[in-house]
């Protein structure tokens, strides 16, 4: 089975600063995909960025990277130089090789930029 | 480009009372799908469809029910309403690539429904 584990209910950062934001992963399949996703408080998901499971190089979008370490299941989100529309909710999401037509998602973690 | 929309945005339901999300995408996207989202949790799956006619189960899909005729639309059906589906519904649309991993999900902006 596929699941995905975001530990981290809650960070705060200071304007400007980075962080980082926490995923674990746990599947058998052989190749697979992980995305990361922003959820602002009025709802809609954002697609951020995007990991596939062979790719040499971590993958980084404008301010957006994604550290991927394979042999230990992590795929850690990391946001540059924070801003205040930052402040969201995120979730880590895997699609599987043997599961291709579903994402499975985390719990998310809220991040709170403040001045 | 509209992208995934969703009607209605907020409804408030009686227990026992049924109605209809509906969901449409203009990508021309295959895969289209139903979550649930609880509040401070993620997404679960309800039902996802990778074609027109064809359809099949997520995660929770006790108490709802699909279609999907057409490539564009993927409506919802709640039968009879209870409070544990009060949440907000999401539907989401991506294309299929030949590894099938890389393809991301676009969403609709939601549904946020109250079962009194």
């Known amino acids: 089975a596929q699941k995905i584990t975001q530990t981290q209910p809650g960070m705060f950062v200071q304007e400007k600063e980075a962080v980082t934001l926490d995923c674990t992963y746990d599947?058998?399949?052989?190749?697979?995909?992980l995305f990361w996703y922003k959820q602002p408080s009025s709802g809609e998901m954002i697609f951020l960025i995007y990991?596939?499971?062979?790719?040499?190089q971590n993958a980084t979008e404008g301010r957006y990277s994604l550290n991927f370490q394979k042999a230990r299941k992590s795929a850690n989100l990391v946001i540059s130089a924070s801003q205040l529309g930052d402040s969201a909710m995120y979730f880590c999401?895997?699609?599987?090789?043997?599961?291709?037509?579903?994402?499975?998602f985390g719990t998310g973690t809220r991040l709170q930029v403040f001045p | 480009n509209a992208g995934v929309t969703q009607t209605p945005k907020f409804r408030i339901l009686k227990i026992g009372q049924s109605m209809t999300l509906q969901c449409a995408q203009d990508?021309?996207?295959?895969?289209m799908y139903w979550y649930r989202q609880d509040p401070g949790m993620g997404l679960k799956l309800i039902y996802y469809?990778?074609?027109?006619?064809?359809?099949d189960k997520g995660e929770v899909p006790n108490g709802y029910n699909v279609s999907r005729s057409t490539t564009e639309d993927f409506p919802l059906r709640l039968e009879l309403a209870a409070p544990s589906q009060t949440s907000v519904y999401f539907c989401?649309?991506?294309?299929?690539?030949?590894?099938?991993?890389?393809?991301?999900?676009?969403f609709g902006p939601g549904t946020r429904l109250l079962v009194l």
């Open positions: 989401a649309s991506s294309s299929v690539t030949l590894t099938g991993l890389g393809e991301t999900q676009y």
């Open positions: 469809s990778v074609g027109a006619g064809i359809t």
């Open positions: 990508m021309n996207h295959n895969y």
């Open positions: 990991q596939g499971s062979y790719d040499q």
């Open positions: 999401a895997m699609r599987g090789t043997y599961n291709t037509d579903k994402l499975i």
């Open positions: 599947t058998s399949d052989p190749s697979y995909g």
